[in-house]
């Protein structure tokens, strides 16, 4: 059995799921990405959605680990209708790692 996913320890703090975009695919928009994921996950905050062009990832932020592992499982069987691609890699980070993407206050 494979548990990899957020680790528990704890389990309190904010999860951030991460999916990488190859190359070749089109990089979603943060509205489909919150359509994708808003409404079946629980409200996001207004800076919970991260659509990054540099590092062609995409973050969303959630709640707890919980909440984070059932939106990635849900991503990892919908990928070729969310991201247009099955290559997409996608993985759970602790929300203390995200601060290396840079700020996310300025507008695109």
Excluded at 9 to 25: C, K, N, S
Excluded at 28 to 37: C, H, L, V, Y
């Amino acid at each position: 059995g494979g548990g990899d996913g957020a680790r528990g320890g704890g389990g309190g703090g904010l999860v951030v799921l991460q999916a990488m975009i190859p190359v070749d695919v089109v990089l979603p928009s943060e509205a489909q990405i919150r359509s994708s994921f808003g409404g079946r996950f629980g409200p996001l905050e207004k800076d919970a959605v991260g659509v990054w062009r540099r590092s062609r990832s995409v973050t969303v932020r959630f709640k707890d680990a919980a909440t984070a592992a059932a939106a990635r499982d849900h991503a990892e069987t919908k990928k070729r209708s969310l991201y247009g691609s099955k290559e997409v890699e996608l993985r759970l980070v602790p929300e203390k790692t995200q601060g290396q993407q840079g700020q996310q206050g300025q507008g695109q």
